[in-house]
């Protein structure tokens, strides 16, 4: 078997600074993304219950109209 090769420093420097900086710059991205994902959820979670409404209002006049007497 061959033995190790000894990695450059720099190499080694180099691969953990790269490191580093990507998880730095996914820090900055996700600080940067969380307040618009939230607010996309609350508009999404307003819109939901618009809709419910929506839906119940028009089974409830479904359900009005089909028991009526006058059929």
């Known amino acids: 078997m061959i ?4 990695v450059s420093p720099l190499i080694k420097f180099t691969r953990y600074s790269a490191l580093l900086m990507g998880m730095i710059y996914g820090k900055k991205r996700y600080d940067y993304l969380k307040p618009i994902a939230e607010e996309e959820r609350r508009v999404e979670a307003e819109e939901k219950k618009k809709r419910e409404e929506l839906e119940r209002i028009a089974k409830e006049l479904a359900e009005a109209s089909e028991d009526s007497i006058l059929k």
């Open 3 to 6: 033995p190790p090769v000894q």
